[in-house]
């Protein structure tokens, strides 16, 4: 099965010019394959960012070959893989980025390794496989080449560790996914979750060093600017925002830290 599409995510800017080699390679070889830049703002090294950032946004792409190169363990034993789903195709390392997304799209129907060198760049780096490997293989798969053409088959990929998640009677503690560029704080935690704990209204939100009272509402402007608001973001997670300012700012909040919601002393 040919593609129209190439989508791309990495953790590697624009700065400099590693996602322009990438697009080069696949324009090279597949020049009539359109290419559609997921984002390239990935906080470096960080693979469930990456991996939140592609999971929640393939099911609006077209049907496509998702490159993501989000890969501190490149060069190493970790493997390249080219992952089938009922949607599309994912290519990248395997170290837990692709699978998430591989969930959205219907679920992994077969995985293979990338090994086959006909089917890379003559010369590969130790170092860069976006461009060398993953960009190359992501061109023949949109020109119609099988999966399978490309190794053997990967019977159990890499699984990021399960966010933690715990909901109590009147309390709700989560892992931080994400903070998006407005530095919106999205949780694990999901609105069951939150129904769990039976939370409503006016709300504390602490991180290790602040709480902060904040509403559960549906949208940013249900505060007042420069308030807090406990929301349902746009992938159906808990998020924290503040209304024209920065959620992570005001409560010292990144990724992998902890979050906690209880009962505001101010609630009536």
Not at 3 to 19: A, K, M, P
Not at 170 to 190: C, I, P
Not at 193 to 214: F, K, N, P, Q, Y
Not at 221 to 239: E, N
């Amino acid at each position: 099965m040919a593609y129209d599409w190439i989508s791309v995510t990495t953790d590697y800017g624009l700065r400099d010019g590693f996602v322009a080699a990438c697009h080069g390679v696949i324009a090279r070889l597949a020049p009539a394959v359109r290419v559609l830049d997921v984002t390239h703002e990935v906080p470096p090294q960080d693979v469930r960012h990456g991996a939140m950032a592609l999971a929640q946004t393939v099911p609006f792409l077209p049907e496509a070959v998702h490159v993501a190169v989000v890969d501190p363990g490149v060069g190493t034993t970790r493997l390249g893989v080219v992952v089938v789903t009922g949607s599309g195709l994912l290519v990248g390392p395997d170290n837990g980025l692709l699978l998430p997304a591989a969930h959205a799209l219907g679920g992994v129907q077969a995985a293979y390794e990338l090994a086959e060198p006909s089917l890379r760049l003559p010369v590969t780096s130790a170092t860069f496989h976006g461009r060398d490997v993953f960009a190359p293989a992501a061109a023949h798969l949109a020109l119609g080449v099988a999966a399978s053409d490309f190794g053997d088959p990967v019977s159990a990929l890499v699984e990021l560790p399960e966010p933690f998640v715990a909901a109590f009677p009147g309390k709700l503690v989560s892992e931080v996914l994400t903070v998006d560029h407005f530095g919106n704080v999205q949780l694990a935690a999901t609105p069951a979750d939150l129904e769990l704990s039976g939370l409503s209204g006016a709300v504390s939100v602490h991180s290790e060093r602040v709480a902060v009272t904040t509403e559960i509402g549906r949208t940013f402007a249900d505060v007042p600017a420069g308030a807090s608001v406990l929301y349902t973001d746009s992938a159906g997670r808990l998020a924290v925002a503040v209304n024209g300012g920065s959620a992570a700012a005001v409560l010292g909040l990144g990724p992998a830290q902890e979050c906690t919601i209880t009962s505001s002393p101010t609630a009536t």
